[in-house]
């Protein structure tokens, strides 16, 4: 089982829908969480971190469920530069800082 | 500020043939890490860095050597390159303040073939 699974996708969607994204981790000892996102052929670059009560940036909100090691990411009013990959991504805690990437949900906004 | 800067951005090998990648960052960050990605995989830890002149390995270190010799660079060696190795490579780095919400930022990767 992958310590970080999620929905390879694609979610195609139009312009102004809303979409959502899951995903689930293994192990429960984890400590943070985030959505990060990557454009084609580009870097990881953060988009929120992910708190136990559920944060909002803009259209973006995301959730997290610590007892059913649940993850979310609700994107409202899709534009076209929201189509890129969406990582969800754990960090153990430790002293390391070290991260466990899921594989991506590509999402494709369509006008 | 530059951040995270990796070269080369594009490199093509033989098998056999050794290559160093570089990562440098000007954040004054403690950490530092090189990742992999691979089609159909979620990045993976190869190596990192928790301090000047410490190196750790992580998740797929088989292959590959490390070294931090300066706290603002980190080089990532490949000794002798397979075909298995061919992948992009992904560095980055984060502040070390025991707070797990620290994100890690990434350079813009290299792209490497071995064939």
């Known amino acids: 089982r992958k310590e970080v699974e999620q929905d390879p996708g694609p979610f195609n969607v139009p312009e102004g829908a809303t979409v959502a994204f899951n995903c689930t981790y293994s192990n429960s000892a984890s400590q943070s969480f985030f959505w990060y996102r990557q454009d084609c052929r580009k870097e990881p670059k953060l988009l929120m971190s992910v708190y136990s009560s559920g944060n909002e940036d803009g259209r973006f909100t995301a959730q997290l469920n610590r007892a059913s090691q649940y993850i979310s990411l609700l994107i409202r009013d899709s534009k076209l530069s929201d189509s890129a990959t969406y990582l969800c991504v754990v960090n153990l805690g430790g002293a390391t800082n070290k991260l466990i990437f899921g594989t991506g949900t590509l999402l494709a906004v369509q006008p | 500020n530059a951040g995270v800067t990796q070269t080369p951005k594009f490199r093509v090998l033989k098998t056999g043939q050794s290559m160093t990648l570089l990562c440098a960052q000007d954040m004054n960050h403690e950490y530092m890490y090189w990742y992999r990605q691979d089609p159909g995989m979620g990045l993976r830890l190869i190596h990192y860095?928790?301090?000047?002149?410490?190196?750790a390995k992580g998740e797929v270190p088989d292959g590959y050597n490390v070294s931090r010799l300066k706290k603002q660079n980190f080089l990532l060696g490949l000794e002798s390159a397979a075909p298995s190795q061919t992948s992009v490579y992904f560095c980055?780095?984060?502040?070390?303040?025991?707070?797990?919400?620290?994100?890690?930022?990434f350079g813009d990767g290299t792209r490497l073939s071995i064939l």
């Open positions: 980055a780095s984060s502040y070390a303040t025991g707070d797990v919400n620290q994100p890690q930022h």
């Open positions: 860095s928790v301090g000047e002149g410490t190196t």
